[in-house]
């Protein structure tokens, strides 16, 4: 069965950075290409991007320009995101999902547990 | 796009039919997805195709439209239906938005 399971949460200071690990297991992880979305606390859901697990290629949404980076371990089947200069404002959910083609369109179909961060002195 | 849902909270007894709302700016034509998530957990996806159960979801959930019009409805509420509903247009992509949610509680 498709997993992902992501890893645990973290507690950061604000100006540091942290690095959040989806692993992907039930099927080939280079077939299908993975999204990262952000939920602020009591707020919905916001897509941040997504990178071809086949090419390594991020498409970052806007607001998420250069102090994210989505990045990938083919060989361990895992998705990364970066973010770098933390800020208080990026506590959130962060969660990985990954997306099937339907008829050329993207469809988000299963997603990762979530990973808390906090950025908090 | 932006994604508009309504009501932002719909309160249901135990039982009782609820219908939710998705609107979008322009037409997705029938590329939109519904998620249920239960707090603490991660989305789950539901409807796709606007109409198309995803697999092992309870035929209590259906879901119509196309354009920019979209409802899910879900028949008889239990009790792990309490949650909160998010649509996603998927036709225009990047980016993939969502609405806001809509928070089915128990009345």
């Known amino acids: 069965q498709v997993q992902l399971v992501q890893s645990g949460s973290e507690l950061k200071e604000p100006g540091a950075s942290v690095k959040v690990s989806c692993k992907a297991s039930?099927?080939?992880?280079?077939?299908?290409?993975m999204n990262w979305m952000r939920q602020a606390p009591g707020q919905g859901l916001e897509w941040m991007g997504w990178?071809?697990?086949?090419?390594?290629?991020?498409i970052y949404a806007q607001g998420f320009t250069g102090r994210f980076v989505f990045s990938l371990d083919t060989s361990v089947s895992t998705a990364y995101l970066q973010i770098s200069t933390l800020k208080a404002e990026d506590t959130a959910v962060y969660y990985c999902?990954?997306?099937?083609?339907?008829?050329?369109?993207?469809?988000?179909?299963?997603w990762g547990q979530g990973t808390l961060v906090t950025v908090s002195s | 796009i932006v994604m508009t849902q309504s009501p932002a909270t719909l309160s249901v007894s135990p039982g009782e039919g609820a219908t939710l709302s998705c609107r979008a700016s322009?037409?997705?034509?029938?590329?939109l997805a519904w998620y249920q998530q239960i707090p603490g957990q991660a989305p789950r996806l539901l409807i796709y195709?606007?109409?198309t159960r995803a697999t092992g979801i309870p035929a209590r959930f259906s879901g119509s439209g196309s354009g920019t019009d979209f409802t899910l409805t879900i028949s008889s509420l239990q009790s792990e239906d309490f949650a909160v509903y998010y649509c996603?247009?998927?036709?225009?992509?990047?980016?993939?938005?969502f609405g806001q949610g809509t928070k089915v509680e128990i009345k």
């Open positions: 999902a990954r997306h099937v083609l339907i008829s050329e369109k993207r469809l988000i179909d299963y």
């Open positions: 039930g099927y080939t992880f280079t077939t299908y290409g």
């Open positions: 990178i071809n697990t086949n090419t390594g290629k991020p």
């Open positions: 322009q037409s997705v034509r029938s590329n």
């Open positions: 195709g606007a109409s």
């Open positions: 996603q247009q998927y036709n225009n992509w990047p980016p993939g938005t």
